[in-house]
Structure formats: C-alpha cells, structure tokens
C-alpha cells in the first residue's frame, strides 16, 4: 500500500511525495523526513508566490532592504537540503557525488 502524503499537501509538495514514495520503500522514520521535506516545499513555493508578487525589496523603518520572504526562502530551501540529504535517496547519475558536510557525531571515550 502506497502512504498518503500529509493532509494539505499542495501542488508542489505532492509531487515531490510522489516521486519519492513511488521509487522507494521507505520506512516510518524516513517517512517522517519525507512529510517534513515535503510541507518545507510547499512552504517554499508559497514564498516564491509572495517574493514574485511583491518584489525582492520591501520597506522597513531602517529603509529598503530585502524581501523577509527572501529571506525566510533561504532558510527553508537550507532545511530542505538537510531533510533530503537525511533520506539518502541514492542518484542514478554516477557523474553525482554524495552530499558533503554531513558528519557523524563524535564522541569523547
């Protein structure tokens, strides 16, 4: 049985949990990543709809400064990087090397 992406899905968010979960088996802890990976898209493509409508620059009392939707759009699109590279969904393209900087936690003994 194929699971159900999380209630409220949008657009982008489906197809990125379609994509997934029809090419691999995932377990409950990787589903887990995938529900979260897949609102953080749908968050993302929310706030590339406000950036596009109202513009990279917005005004503040300090003056003109970039876009808080800009801003919060760097900081999903980084949390969507983590949560993928998490799933460790292997590429197809052997030219792709894995993702760097992720490193185990180290102990003292």
């Known amino acids: 049985m194929t699971p159900k992406p999380?209630?409220?899905t949008r657009a982008a968010g489906r197809r990125l949990w379609s994509a997934i979960v029809g090419d691999?088996?995932?377990a409950e802890h990787e589903l887990q990543i995938l529900r979260e990976a897949?609102?953080?898209v749908d968050?993302?493509?929310?706030?590339?709809?406000v950036a596009g409508v109202e513009g990279p620059l917005a005004d503040s009392s300090q003056g003109v400064r970039v876009h808080p939707?800009?801003?919060e759009l760097r900081q999903q699109r980084i949390t969507l990087a983590r949560l993928l590279a998490a799933l460790k969904i292997p590429t197809e393209d052997p030219s792709v090397r894995a993702p760097r900087g992720v490193y185990g936690i180290r102990g003292t003994a």
Do not use: F, N, Q, S
């Open 38 to 40: 897949v609102r953080t």
């Open 6 to 8: 999380p209630t409220g």
């Open 24 to 26: 691999y088996e995932l």
């Open 69 to 71: 939707a800009l801003v």
């Open 43 to 49: 968050v993302i493509d929310a706030l590339h709809r």
